[in-house]
């Protein structure tokens, strides 16, 4: 089953014919909300709204660890994950989707692992592909048949948060060689690799970093980059099958 996770602006998804809502109790505590089932062009679909329905959980609020479990719970073998980022590649510009495939983890005192403790083995993740290349190709299928074009190369650069990174910064994961940032793309690709679960990041760019895309010094978001994104989505979710 495919499971989609929603980021900022999807803590909703009117598109998914819901047949009912339950709620999961996992050992690493409460995921961020309950879990929506439903039909998504004829498929089942579980569905999970990262911040929560009423984007109460901030990036570094959010029990991943509880997210990813409930959904390998609930029967998933599949996870979409959708949220927004800000671009720092002036080929990547606002209203724009990406679909990464590499990242680049800035985060830090995030439970990044299902194998900690004194009684769990020490196993050593291979992570260097980070993103399922069977879903990927799903994922642009969906795209060319909903007609939104895609960035199909892209390297996604998941900073702590909450606040917006400095101008030096963004220099930095500019010259590690990141084209987009978030928030919220790890520890969630891991774990759910961990947990054998084929994993994708479907981004919607809202805004340009700080220094980028001739905006001066301040970052720069605006509201109709954030619809023009969301909505070329949701044309992509139309043609899930």
């Not at 990262?50 to 991943?64: C, K, L, S, V």
């Not at 980022?85 to 989707?97: H, I, K, N, Q, R």
Request: net charge negative; hydrophobic share 40%.
């Amino acid at each position: 089953m495919l499971a989609i996770i929603g980021g900022s602006g999807f803590s909703r998804l009117p598109e998914l014919e819901s047949t009912r809502r339950e709620a999961f109790r996992t050992a690493y505590g409460e995921p961020s909300c309950p879990l929506l089932f439903g039909k998504l062009g004829g498929r089942d679909i579980v569905f999970l709204a990262r911040h929560g329905f009423g984007h109460t959980f901030a990036p570094h609020e959010i029990n991943y660890r509880a997210n990813i479990d409930a959904l390998k719970q609930a029967g998933a073998d599949k996870i979409l994950s959708l949220s927004a980022v800000a671009s720092m590649d002036e080929t990547l510009t606002p209203g724009d989707l990406v679909l990464p495939h590499d990242l680049i983890d800035y985060t830090s005192m995030r439970e990044h692992t299902f194998f900690s403790g004194v009684h769990m083995p020490v196993v050593h993740p291979d992570f260097s592909a980070p993103y399922d290349a069977d879903l990927r190709r799903d994922i642009e299928t969906w795209a060319e048949n909903a007609q939104v074009s895609l960035h199909r190369q892209a390297v996604y650069a998941c900073l702590q948060g909450p606040r917006l990174p400095t101008r030096a910064e963004v220099c930095r994961y500019r010259h590690d060689g990141g084209n987009v940032y978030g928030m919220t793309g790890m520890p969630e690709a891991v774990l759910a690799q961990e947990k054998d679960m084929a994993y994708v990041h479907l981004c919607g760019i809202i805004g340009m970093a700080a220094g980028c895309g001739g905006n001066g010094h301040a970052p720069q978001f605006k509201s109709e980059s954030d619809s023009a994104a969301s909505e070329k989505i949701r044309r992509i979710l139309r043609q899930i099958a």
